[in-house]
């Protein structure tokens, strides 16, 4: 599943089985325990599609680890969304039931969690042979999740009321949306060869851009706010990556690209959002944001439906004993 948004017309939901678990490569070992009170929160490899929560550490080498797994402290519903390489947009929908004319999840709580209330969490740990990717790892955990977890999945198209990413004007830019430059050598610096160095926040006409390519990640700032960037990224992965940078409040509905914008972009971006904002304040910070939007990218958002394929739990069980 490459992506979450398909432009065919679907007024229905369509069902389709995920694939047979038993066609999928395994890891050589596994290990999966809950996870104690006192244990830090860390994975050695990126369990998230390129939408990254929080800032991007410059030594983050984003591979496959040479085959190695480690991941503690972590909700099931990042391993879920890592296996299957949700996007922002799916992995909300498998979250929360808080999208309109959307069908729920069927997640449980101990899984996902609530807005107020935490998930289970657990430790997973795992070997594979040292040349296996970030993508064969992603179907080596649906093989574990089905093995551990008896999850059962499948992925359903549903339509429903989304806001579509547009150009204010066709053809026009904003100042702060540029077509990704084939001379940043970004992507080759990020490699397993430890002999180059490691990748650095990159400081391009429009701002700082994170270390990696292909993510949308915080950058730094002194000023207040909010501030984004995102290095030879899909405007598809910006679109669906929208709720998620800035809250249900300013983005309620599913977002789809419609900027017509082929290959590959840096963008930053930059708002006031007070996150302890009282509800008079809500409408200052959605303001905020479709401003910037506007005057930086020369984007907008505008109110249409579209389809949107979800993925659905049709079955999960706590894990079963090492």
Same mark, same amino acid.
């Given at each position: 599943m490459k992506s979450a948004l398909l432009l065919l017309a679907a007024t229905a939901l369509a069902q389709s089985p995920a694939p047979a678990t038993s066609t999928l490569p395994t890891f050589e070992v596994a290990s999966v325990r809950v996870s104690g009170p006192n244990i830090p929160q860390r994975t050695n490899v990126p369990l998230d599609n390129g939408n990254v929560y929080g800032t991007l550490s410059p030594d983050d080498a984003r591979t496959a680890a040479g085959g190695y797994f480690i991941a503690t402290h972590q909700p099931l519903w990042r391993f879920i969304s890592f296996a299957y390489q949700l996007s922002?947009?799916?992995?909300? %929908?498998?979250?929360?039931?808080?999208?309109?004319? +959307? @069908?729920?999840?069927?997640?449980?709580?101990?899984?996902?969690?609530?807005?107020?209330? &935490? @998930?289970?969490? !657990?430790?997973?740990?795992?070997?594979?042979?040292?040349?296996?990717? +970030?993508?064969?790892?992603?179907?080596?955990?649906?093989?574990?999740? %089905?093995?551990?977890?008896?999850?059962?999945?499948?992925?359903?198209?549903?339509?429903? @009321?989304?806001?579509?990413?547009?150009?204010?004007? &066709?053809?026009?830019?904003?100042?702060?949306l540029h077509p990704h430059s084939a001379s940043d050598t970004c992507a080759a610096v990020i490699a397993s060869d430890s002999s180059l160095p490691p990748p650095t926040t990159a400081l391009s006409s429009i701002?700082?851009? &994170?270390?990696?390519?292909?993510?949308? %990640?915080?950058?730094?700032?002194?000023?207040?706010?909010?501030?984004?960037?995102?290095?030879?990224?899909?405007?598809?992965?910006f679109a669906t990556s929208v709720p998620t940078m800035t809250g249900l409040a300013a983005t309620p509905r599913?977002?789809?690209?419609?900027?017509?914008?082929?290959?590959?972009?840096? !963008?930053?971006?930059?708002?006031?959002?007070?996150?302890?904002?009282?509800?008079? %304040?809500?409408?200052?910070?959605?303001a905020s944001f479709h401003e910037a939007l506007k005057s930086q990218l020369g984007l907008e958002l505008k109110p249409t439906r579209a389809p949107i394929e979800l993925l659905i739990i049709d079955h999960i069980d706590h894990p079963t004993e090492n």
């Open positions: 922002g947009t799916q992995e909300m %929908a498998l979250r929360f039931s808080i999208f309109s004319g +959307i @069908p729920k999840s069927g997640a449980p709580f101990w899984v996902t969690g609530s807005f107020d209330a &935490p @998930p289970e969490y !657990f430790d997973i740990s795992a070997r594979a042979s040292a040349d296996t990717s +970030i993508d064969q790892m992603r179907l080596m955990m649906r093989s574990l999740l %089905a093995d551990r977890f008896h999850l059962v999945t499948h992925t359903t198209t549903a339509s429903a @009321p989304v806001f579509a990413l547009r150009l204010v004007h &066709p053809g026009i830019l904003g100042p702060h701002g700082s851009l &994170p270390p990696a390519c292909g993510v949308i %990640a915080n950058v730094p700032s002194a000023e207040p706010g909010q501030h984004y960037g995102g290095r030879a990224i899909p405007m598809s992965l599913p977002v789809v690209d419609q900027t017509g914008l082929a290959g590959l972009y840096d !963008f930053t971006l930059h708002w006031i959002h007070d996150r302890a904002a009282t509800d008079s %304040a809500v409408s200052d910070n959605i």
